[in-house]
Each structure stands twice: as structure tokens, then as C-alpha cells.
């Protein structure tokens, strides 16, 4: 079927599949729709239509608080059409889709998932094609049998591979959840959509990076850390990362972490912040090239990073309550403008 | 003209944001150190309520919600914003902020002022 996409600035007519979310098709042909989580949180998707157009697949999801149903206000990444109409999106399109990559459908299967603490859990999707995307980036998840998306920040980078990995952190109620820590997930088909987020990384910007995360929202910080590292940023840019957990046990890529560090040549300092506990007198020898800190991980970046912003480009990910509380900082502290502050909030 | 008292000199602390009732009007108040400013309370994007969303510094309004950003002083947008803050008119009497509330300001969500956006 078609859609007709109206917005103030420009029009689009996107060809949608039976049982297509409206915002996937739209992002796939190339139309630039505000969205930022594609998966039903955020709101920013928000669009029109007229009565009876569109069907909602999540009448509950938590980005409808900003919907005004009477006024046929829809999440488009949560909604399906069945047959041509037209919407109304409000706002600007942005300026490209998604880093410059046009998203797709790419089907896949569930390999080597293992559990790095005690709730949070890593696997690989082998796809049956290729995806090129940007250090940053996400796809939207699906498994046969559970119904709608969740979003994932791939964790590796490569300038286009057949594998992506992730990391979960184990909800307890959460569908996708309960099916991959409870259920055989191993081999099983996946469809992914992707690559979509714009809080990407681009080693040609020549700036500082400094990376925020909360627990799995890690994950892109990796997928960054591992294309700066293989683009040479390090040789003449620093890096910082803070790491927020818990505690030592939710710790996890401290591995990882400690490689990124080592070849950097000292131009990368990572610091895990310990928001339970105070940082054992352990954790300094075992893993000698991270720092520690207690407190929660935007009050340690504060103190840690004082007068150090420079221009340096920020990368935030993490639940978001913690994500609100270091744009804060950025802004205040940092000074940093907002076109250096790249988020990703996932709830 | 509906002069009103938002509140007190000492009740917002400089470079920061409160939200007053006044006169059954919801009015955010901010104080740039020098003078005091009033808006309406929600983010011209999507009512994001700005006295939680919001972030003052060095004279700018973040919404943290999508990086919003005005000119505290104007009300004028800067990028990504696409629409200026609404401003209501302050006077101090005394230790008294004073705001003219003569009409509720609201944004205009759904795009009614564009005949060419409505169906």
C-alpha cells in the first residue's frame, strides 16, 4: 500500500507492507521522520491520521503519554496500516535518515550467547546478509512468537559485517527477557531492522570523545571505542569513558575496556563508577589499567572531568533518568553545545 | 493589563527555573542573575514540563528531553529548536517578581495557524 507523508517542510510517498510499522517503511525509503527509539518509549514519532487509517500495536506503550488519541495523534513506530491514506508527521525531518545508511530488513539467527554478569547477558545475531553501519548505532529486534521490537546498540563495529552483538540485561517480567535467559534461544531465527540512531561517531570530526554509560547502555560505547581505536583517533585525541554499575559484580567488558586502554597508548582513561558500594581495595590490582570511583556515574564524570570538557564531543547512553542527570552536567559543567551531544535514552 | 505576583526575588535561585501558580496560571520563572524572565511551563516541542526537563546556562534554556535550546533572554530558538519560548512581560516591585498574565500563553501544538497542514 502507499502512504502519503505530509509535514510542513516537504512531502514523501512511501510504499508499506501489510503488517509493516509506518515509521520503518518511511525510514527505509529514505523519508528522514523525527523518531529517536523506534521502539515505543520515546514519543518522538509521533504523527496523524485520519479515523480508522492507522491501528496502534501497543496501545499502552509508554511514548502514548504524548498522544492526543482524539486527535488521531499516533506513535508511527508502533503503528500499521491496511490500506493507502495519508498522515500528518509535525516537526522537521531531519537531515539524513539515519548516519547516511539507509535501513533494512535483514533476518538472522541467535549465536553464542553467554552471560557476562549475573543478569546481563551478551549475544551475536548471524545475519543471512550484510549491514554496514556507524559506531553508535541500533537496530530493532523481533523473534518469531513475541510480538513487537525491542532496540539494541550493536556492540562491535565493522564498516559492514554479517554479524552483530549485543548485550541484555535481564528484565525481570520482560518478554524478550524471560525467552532469551529462560527459554533455548541458541539458533533461533531473528529478524533485525536497522541500522537506526543518529548519536553516531565519526573518527573525520578530529575532536576529543568523552562516552557516558549506565549499565547495557555500554554497548555503543564499545561499538565506539572499537572504531576509534582502529581509525587511529587515539594518536592525536584523547578519550574518556565512565562505566555506571552498580556494583563490582555488574561490572562486565572489563577485559575489553582494559585492551581499548592499553592501545591507546595513555590517551584513553576509563572509570567505572560503583553507585552501591564503596570500590574495594581489590579492584585497583586486578584490573590495574581502569580507574574506580563511588558515586553515581553523571556525579563522577562531573568531578572527574571539572574544567577538562574542551571541545570535546559527548556520547551518553544509559537508562533515562541517569542520561537526563548527565546532559545536565554536559550542559551546565561542560559547557558543551547541544550539536556535540549525542544520546541515546532506552527505558 | 493583569499584573501578578509570581513570587519572591529569593524564590529562584540564579540560573535556575521554578514553576508558580499565578492566579490559576502556570507560569515558569527563571533568573538569569541580573533579571528575571517568565514563560509558560511546558516545551514548545512536546509539553515536556520544563521546570523538570529544563536546564539553565550562560543565558541558555535546554529541554533535555530532545536538546532543545532558546535564548533565555529573547526567547528565540536555537538549533534543533524549531519554535522560539513564549515569553509573558516581568517587572520587579520590591522583592516582588511581578508578571503580566493577562492572557494564558500556549504553543500551538497542532499546527492550526497553518491552514496548509490541516486537512
Known amino acids: ?347 | 493589563m493583569a499584573w501578578k505576583k509570581a513570587c519572591s526575588v529569593n524564590d529562584v535561585a540564579v540560573d535556575t527555573l521554578r514553576k508558580f501558580d499565578v492566579g490559576g496560571v502556570g507560569v515558569l520563572v527563571a533568573n538569569l542573575g541580573d533579571e528575571f524572565k517568565a514563560y509558560p511551563p511546558a516545551c514548545p516541542h512536546m509539553e515536556e514540563p520544563l521546570e523538570q526537563s529544563g536546564v539553565c546556562s550562560g543565558g541558555l534554556l535546554t529541554c533535555t528531553k530532545h536538546l532543545w535550546q532558546w535564548d533565555m533572554r529573547t526567547g528565540e530558538q536555537r538549533a534543533p529548536a524549531e519554535k522560539p519560548l513564549l515569553m509573558y512581560d516581568v517587572r520587579l516591585d520590591g522583592d516582588d517578581v511581578m508578571v503580566n498574565v493577562e492572557h494564558e500563553l500556549e504553543y500551538e501544538y497542532e499546527e492550526e495557524d497553518d491552514d496548509d497542514f490541516e486537512w
Request: charged fraction near 20%.
Open chain 1, 1 to 347: 500500500m502507499k502512504i502519503t507523508v505530509r509535514t510542513k517542510h516537504q512531502n514523501y510517498t512511501v510504499a508499506c507492507n501489510e503488517g509493516e510499522r509506518i515509521l520503518y517503511a518511511a525510514l527505509r525509503s529514505g523519508a528522514p521522520l523525527p523518531y529517536e527509539c523506534a521502539t515505543g518509549t520515546c514519543g518522538t514519532c509521533k504523527a496523524r491520521a485520519r479515523p480508522g487509517d492507522v491501528r496502534s500495536h501497543w496501545q499502552s506503550a509508554p511514548g502514548s503519554s504524548y498522544l492526543k488519541p482524539e486527535r488521531g495523534e499516533f506513535l508511527m513506530c508502533q503503528s500499521t496500516a491496511h490500506a493507502d491514506c495519508e498522515i500528518l508527521v509535525p516537526g522537521k525531518p531531519a537531515a539524513e535518515v539515519a548516519g547516511g545508511l539507509l535501513p533494512e530488513y535483514l533476518k538472522g539467527a541467535l549465536c553464542d550467547l553467554r552471560m557476562l554478569t549475573h543478569d546481563v547477558a551478551a549475544f551475536d545475531v548471524k545475519l543471512d546478509g550484510t549491514m554496514a553501519f556507524r559506531a553508535g548505532q541500533f537496530v530493532a529486534v523481533r523473534t518469531a512468537g513475541l510480538e513487537g521490537y525491542r532496540a539494541y546498540s550493536m556492540v562491535n563495529h565493522d564498516e559492514r559485517t554479517d554479524r552483530l552483538s549485543f548485550v541484555v540485561k535481564r528484565l525481570p517480567g520482560g518478554g524478550f527477557s524471560n525467552w532469551l535467559f529462560d527459554g533455548s534461544p541458541q539458533n533461533q531465527p531473528l529478524e533485525v531492522f536497522g541500522p537506526l540512531g543518529r548519536a553516531t561517531y565519526d573518527p573525520s570530526e578530529g575532536k576529543d570523545i568523552l562516552c557516558i554509560a549506565g549499565g547495557s547502555g555500554i554497548a555503543g560505547i564499545m561499538s565506539i571505542l572499537a572504531h576509534s581505536t582502529r581509525a587511529g583517533h587515539f594518536e592525536q585525541h584523547r578519550g574518556r569513558v565512565f562505566f555506571g554499575v552498580r556494583g563490582m559484580r555488574d561490572v562486565f567488558f572489563h577485559e575489553e575496556l582494559s585492551d581499548f586502554v592499553t592501545r591507546a597508548g595513555g590517551n584513553l582513561e576509563v572509570t567505572i563508577a560503583l553507585s552501591d558500594e564503596e570500590v574495594p581495595a581489590s579492584a585497583q590490582s586486578d584490573y590495574p589499567r581502569l580507574g574506580f570511583a563511588t558515586g553515581m556515574v553523571h556525579l563522577v564524570t562531573s568531578e572527574r572531568m571539572s574544567d577538562q570538557y574542551g571541545d570535546a564531543v559527548a556520547f551518553v547512553a544509559g537508562p533515562p533518568p541517569m542520561v537526563d542527570g548527565t546532559l545536565r552536567v554536559l550542559i551546565v559543567e561542560g559547557r558543551l553545545p547541544a550539536s556535540s551531544i549525542r544520546y541515546d535514552k532506552f527505558g
